[in-house]
């Protein structure tokens, strides 16, 4: 869907991009198990927001395909929403440069709202994919 991967772009939380931050590195090095490793470097406020979480997921019994394709779908709506919000900024930050006849920046404007839609089309059909999967 030419979608980039997860990133901490995608957490609005200091606490949630340094948590994802940590399981990637986690997963990058191989000297130790991810979760040793995590473990291992867990800072206090970072193991109350681990352990909040676990909290949380304890409960979850679902197959692990059935919980990959709800993170999926999760992450691929919050994504929709941001680029919801984005857009709805960029079209009220043109609205200004029409006013104040700033055809540079309307323009750069205009070419990133052209961006945002690609993006938007792509997760549209992303989601779409993982929504018709659930059903059929």
Known sequence: FGLPRLSQNDFQLSEHKALYLLIAESL??????PLTHVLN????????LADRLLAKTEKLEASQDRLIGD???ALLSLRQREIRQNIEHIRFMMEEAQQSKDA????????????YNETRKRL???LEKFTSHIET
């Open 104 to 115: 540079l920046a309307n323009t750069q404007y205009f070419q990133t709202i052209v961006q």
């Open 71 to 73: 993170l999926l779908r």
């Open 41 to 48: 470097n867990l800072s206090l406020p970072l193991m109350d």
């Open 124 to 126: 549209d059909l992303a």
């Open 28 to 33: 990058e090095q191989n000297q130790i198990e």
